[in-house]
């Protein structure tokens, strides 16, 4: 049984989409949660609404991920806040999709310093917290993208990538402190980021359980990577994603 009571965890880009889902399910699972989102102030008050229905603290804060100043500040703030935190969900994330011979260098730049940046900012930002208390669940959020590379998003596909090998990289520094540090890969989830992807039936017949994901199905692998039942996984990228990149 999961059980994440007396946890704190901290959740970016927890407005929306996937962190919304992660904040609700770790609440449901007696974890307080620290938001932070970008600038959708109306959406993370509506999370925050929905967390705290389940008896747990919830408390939001602004912060762009892609700022290692902004990211410290806000870390501060947590701790002062909450007293401390045990978990980390690196979820922020951006899409800034075209063409390689067409992709301007804001949008390479803009993706990978919101997707890649953003979380090695936030790792090291909340490193140290860690450290001192000998224990620490660190989960990425990254992508079959970076996985499988996919046309359109050369930007993408790099920062999720790169995802990848923070969390190795993490995992190795960080391993010898009780802390472990995973990745969830997952495929097509239904959330503003893929509104406008095409859902046809031919579309789907290319996912083996021909449908696509929810924010939850993210959800239910960051529960059981941020509870104890995973303590000796660390490093690991988990796809949820239907069985797109077999
Ligand atoms: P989404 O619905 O577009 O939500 C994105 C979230 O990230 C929002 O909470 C947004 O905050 C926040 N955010 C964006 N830029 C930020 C910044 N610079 N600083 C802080 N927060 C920032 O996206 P999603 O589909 O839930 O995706 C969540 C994560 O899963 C992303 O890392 C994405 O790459 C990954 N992913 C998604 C899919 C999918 O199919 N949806 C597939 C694979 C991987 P505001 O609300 O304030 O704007």
């Known amino acids: 049984m999961t059980d994440l009571k007396g946890k704190t965890a901290i959740i970016t880009g927890g407005s929306r989409g996937i962190g919304a889902g992660i904040a609700e399910k ?3 699972y007696g974890a307080n949660v620290a938001i932070i989102y970008n600038g959708n102030l109306e959406k993370a008050t509506e999370v925050k609404q929905k967390v705290e229905s389940f008896g747990t603290k919830c408390e939001i804060y602004k912060c762009n991920v892609a700022s290692s100043e902004e990211c410290k500040q806000t870390v501060k703030n947590i701790v002062a806040d909450f007293g401390g935190f045990e978990i980390l969900v690196n979820n922020a994330g951006i899409t800034k999709d075209n063409l390689l011979v067409m992709m301007e260098d804001e949008e390479f730049d803009a993706v990978i310093d919101t997707n890649l940046k953003g979380c090695f900012n936030m790792i090291k930002a909340c490193s140290r917290n860690f450290i001192k208390k000998k224990y620490g ?9 970076g996985i499988m590379g996919l046309a359109g998003q050369a930007n993408y596909s790099a920062s999720k990538a790169g995802v990848i090998a923070l969390t190795k990289v993490t995992a190795r520094e960080l391993g010898g402190k009780n802390v472990c540090c995973n990745a969830i890969a997952p495929g097509f989830i239904t959330t503003d980021m893929t509104k406008d992807l095409d859902s046809s039936e031919e579309f789907l017949k290319s996912i083996p359980k021909a449908r696509l994901g929810t924010p939850e199905d993210v959800a239910n692998l960051a529960a059981f990577l941020a509870s104890s039942m995973s303590d000796y996984i660390t490093g690991e990228t988990v796809r949820v994603d239907g069985g797109l990149a077999i």
């Open 26 to 28: 770790f609440a449901a």
């Open 137 to 145: 669940k660190i989960i990425n959020i990254s992508s079959v993208s």
